[in-house]
């Protein structure tokens, strides 16, 4: 494996979206998995019990996900720019005496990295300002509530069933499929990561962008960044948390959609003294949008030779 690029394993099940069990189907190389997929049988029981076979069922294969290892820009010196191969930043670390984790009787709020070295404990949140306008600038946002419902009575063998209150979109209420769907997006939100500190926190007052993943506001010229203004040393009353308390309708406007991605970072020897790139995203996709899956009609592509995968020490 080449040390310089991020590779990630997929496992990649059947070509029908009922993966397992009767409905599974070979995968073809090439057309469903790349060149340098490995494929494995799958055995399921027939309907006389005994075991059928399932060439090429699953396959298993690395991707390149087209993310640098690590960078790094020195910005401070002044005459000379100097970018090392970096990461997505040198790991804050705070000095102590301490060389090894057994004499650590206390909080360091942090790892133990190296000698004198302690990695802090600390927050990434990255919140996207995301001015949608779904065919028009009149829009609503719909939230999905998948909900278990449970079956009291005797109408059913069954005990539960999931069902779908509503959807987490931004849509046009004013335009429709055929069939009456509104028009819209679909947010598939990023990794979450949920504040640790309390509201009333100082820190969290001022960082109260971070209060939730999704915030929907109208738009408003003036309410750009979610930090407010002028984030160092404010009190926190101008950020996203407090413009989302003016009651103002979101509904048939044009909003905005607000959304945070975020990791608690607990460093680990790997990070120091560089961090290797940690990647992460969210997708926003048409939703209804269209009358069908607009790619049926698209050409097969052309298969590709790929450079097979030697996993060598
Ligand atoms: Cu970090």
Aim: charged content about 20%; aromatic content about 10%.
């Amino acid at each position: 494996m080449d040390p310089t690029v991020n590779w990630y394993f997929k496992t990649f099940l059947d070509s029908g979206e009922f993966g397992f069990g009767q409905s599974m189907v070979s995968l073809e190389p090439l057309a469903d998995c790349p060149a340098n997929a490995a494929f494995l049988d799958a055995y399921f029981a027939g309907e006389d019990g005994v075991p059928v076979k399932i060439s090429n069922a699953i396959c298993i294969f690395e991707k390149y996900a087209g993310d640098i290892m690590w960078r790094h820009t020195e910005s401070e010196l002044h005459d000379e720019e100097i970018r090392e191969v970096g990461l997505t930043g040198i790991l804050g670390i705070k000095g102590t005496s301490y060389t090894h984790v057994d004499q650590i009787k206390e909080n360091v709020f942090g790892t133990l990295l190296s000698d004198n070295t302690i990695g802090v404990h600390h927050d990434h949140y990255l919140t996207y300002h995301l001015d949608l306008d779904i065919d028009g600038e009149a829009n609503s946002f719909m939230k999905t509530n998948l909900e278990t419902v449970t079956v009291r009575d005797e109408s059913s063998g069954r005990k539960s069933y999931w069902s779908v209150a509503s959807e987490l979109a931004i849509i046009n209420p004013n335009k429709q499929t055929k069939a009456g769907n509104k028009i819209g997006y679909r947010l598939f939100p990023g990794t979450v990561a949920h504040p640790l500190l309390v509201s009333d926190d100082y820190p969290q007052i001022r960082g109260g962008f971070t209060n939730y993943n999704v915030f929907v506001t109208p738009y408003n010229k003036s309410e750009k960044w979610a930090g407010g203004l002028y984030a160092d040393q404010s009190r926190g009353e101008d950020t996203l948390a407090v413009w989302s308390l003016r009651n103002r309708s979101i509904e048939n406007k044009d909003i905005v959609l607000w959304h945070t991605v975020g990791i608690h970072h607990v460093p680990c020897q790997e990070d120091y003294p560089i961090m290797p790139t940690l990647s992460g995203g969210f997708e926003i996709r048409p939703t209804n949008f269209f009358e069908r899956n607009p790619v049926l009609k698209a050409k097969t592509p052309k298969p590709m030779r790929l450079p097979k995968c030697n996993s060598q020490p």
